[in-house]
């Protein structure tokens, strides 16, 4: 059975910093592109961020020089670092893994920016 595991979410005061966890089982984690998207209320989910097999990253252009992805594949975990946020970077922040056609999603975890 396959699960991502999101963690990590809360509530952060404009300019803080959250680091959010994705554990993986059920996968071969390091074959998989893992990423991490997000939805606010009323809006469509966005892609944040991805990091392929080869470590290669991109972002959303709103998140660059902020947030960082990377992974652990020992681990089996992925992370989403995020600094300096802003009250326009709150939602549901889900994990994805994707290996060709093959998807998987997390729970999600709440984040909420806001003094």
């Known amino acids: 059975q396959v699960q991502l595991v999101e963690s990590g979410g809360g509530l952060v005061q404009p300019g803080g910093s959250l680091r959010l966890s994705c554990a993986a089982s059920?996968?071969?984690?390091?074959?998989?592109?893992m990423a991490w998207y997000r939805q606010a209320p009323g809006k469509q989910r966005e892609l944040v961020a991805t990091i392929t097999t080869d470590e290669t990253t991109s972002y959303l252009d709103s998140v660059k020089g902020r947030f960082t992805i990377d992974r652990y594949n020992t681990g089996n975990s992925a992370y989403l670092h995020m600094h300096r946020l802003r009250p326009e970077d709150a939602g549901v922040y889900y994990c994805?893994?994707?290996?060709?056609?093959?998807?998987?999603w997390g729970q999600g975890t709440q984040v909420t920016v806001s003094s």
């Open positions: 994805h893994a994707r290996l060709h056609a093959t998807e998987f």
């Open positions: 059920g996968i071969i984690f390091r074959h998989y592109t």
